[in-house]
């Protein structure tokens, strides 16, 4: 009896010490340091986005557009957003040129796109709908507007290298946008300096909307508009969007690698619970075996 309870506990001491080795915590306080470290530094990250969200939106939040449905079921995607959230532009565009787009669209950034006339109408009209006074832009029933390939080669020879139109600086969100941006960027050209804005403004060849850099406004029929700036925590509105969605993007970035740290911690940390446990069992084992080897071996002297 007394030896086939020592063969089982020898069984399960050689069992216990499989499944040590199979459980590889060898190296795990090593991989914890690292794990630590990296969920620290991830969640600094997504401290500083969150900071910066928080920052701009102030900025970001006087564009956004918030409405009730107009009826039950009512298809929201049918409504695309206000301009400025729809623009698509890179950092480095929105640092240079952001304050000249802002000005080429003026209070258009703030208007709404919706995919048709009838959308339009159905928020316009329902009572209690809308939250504020608001322009739509109906995809299906705007007429784009653009400059001819010839305008803006002759201001390209006007002005070599210090002038581009609005529409190349920007695009849209999806291609099916393509029309509202065309009828809020498609006739403005953006100019360098306020030499060249006059000579895309006022030659004849042209005689196209021009803004400067610095927001200056020369419009082919001898009108000049400047001095007022956007005054923001970023140099333009569309830039303080594209640092806003940055952000954003960002912040998803970091705390989708936050989880997967999380988890990779988590699962070193039940490993080296499990290696306690076993660890436990093995020592218990070891004792009761080497209790049942004293008294086989006194029973058989």
């Not at 950034?109 to 209690?128: N, Q, R, S």
Request: hydrophobic share 45%; net charge neutral.
């Amino acid at each position: 009896e007394i030896q086939g309870k020592l063969q089982r506990e020898q069984a399960r001491i050689a069992e216990l010490k499989q499944r040590m080795e199979a459980n590889g915590t060898n190296d795990a306080a090593a991989d914890l340091i690292s794990l630590r470290n990296e969920k620290n530094r991830w969640e600094q990250v997504i401290a500083e986005e969150r900071a910066k969200i928080d920052r701009l939106r102030g900025v970001v939040g006087s564009v956004s557009f918030k409405y009730r449905d107009p009826h039950p079921g009512f298809d929201r995607s049918l409504v695309r957003g206000p301009v400025a959230e729809l623009v698509s532009l890179t950092e480095e565009a929105a640092e240079e040129y952001g304050v000249a787009l802002e000005i080429a669209a003026g209070a258009k950034l703030h208007h709404v796109v919706v995919e048709t006339d009838t959308v339009a109408k159905t928020l316009l009209d329902k009572p209690g709908v809308l939250t504020r006074r608001t322009t739509m832009i109906p995809l299906n029933r705007i007429q784009p507007r653009t400059l001819s390939a010839e305008k803006e080669a002759a201001a390209a020879a006007l002005a070599p290298n210090r002038v581009r139109s609005a529409l190349s600086l920007i695009g849209p969100s999806d291609a099916s946008l393509e029309p509202a941006m065309k009828f809020v960027f498609g006739s403005t050209l953006i100019c360098d300096d306020e030499k060249a804005a006059a000579l895309c403004a006022f030659d004849g060849r042209v005689c196209a909307r021009a803004v400067t850099v610095a927001g200056d406004v020369y419009e082919p029929s001898g009108t000049l508009t400047g001095g007022s700036r956007p005054s923001t925590q970023t140099s333009s509105l569309l830039e303080a969007m594209v640092r806003f969605r940055g952000a954003q993007e960002a912040l998803a970035r970091a705390e989708a690698a936050l989880a997967q740290v999380r988890a990779r911690l988590e699962a070193i940390e039940a490993a080296q619970d499990t290696a306690a446990q076993l660890a436990n069992d093995l020592q218990l084992a070891e004792a009761g075996a080497a209790m049942l080897a004293r008294q086989f071996a006194q029973c058989a002297s």
